[in-house]
């Protein structure tokens, strides 16, 4: 497995989740080198971006409908991309998935992602 995401769950409306996604060393020996994206789908629907964050990880952009709820976050030293979920709504149900992009920058369509994590389920009930 190169990406592992975890943390995903059933939740109720306005409870908040932290999803985290590690990548293998052996595959991404240069992370630090990358992007990182959360992506998320939901039954019946296209896959549709939730968060970016480049390289540098000095900023981040996410897409407007979790903007202001959602934080993407990263650690380089453990190879990892970090998804902070609050103020969660039963729309925001989906799997979630991480991408990894060889682009340093953020990139906001999934065609750009190279590499992709298994996908970790959130429900949100109301």
């Known amino acids: 497995v190169q990406l592992q995401a975890s943390g995903g769950g059933l939740v109720r409306a306005g409870d908040s989740l932290r999803l985290s996604c590690l990548a293998s060393?052996?595959?991404?020996?240069?992370?630090?080198?990358?992007?990182m994206g959360w992506f998320r789908q939901a039954p019946g629907k296209d896959r549709e971006f939730v968060a970016a964050?480049?390289?540098?990880?000095?900023?981040?952009s996410v897409g407007a409908a979790v903007k202001g709820r959602f934080f993407i976050s990263r650690d380089n030293a453990k190879n990892a991309v970090y998804l902070q979920m609050n103020n969660l709504k039963p729309e925001d149900t989906a799997v979630y998935y991480c991408?990894?992009?060889?682009?340093?920058?953020?990139?906001?369509?999934?065609?750009?992602?190279?590499?992709w994590g298994q996908g970790t389920l959130v429900t949100v009930s109301s």
């Open positions: 060393e052996r595959t991404f020996s240069n992370f630090s080198d990358t992007g």
């Open positions: 964050i480049p390289a540098s990880g000095a900023f981040s």
């Open positions: 991408a990894v992009s060889r682009i340093r920058h953020v990139q906001t369509h999934p065609k750009f992602y190279d590499f």
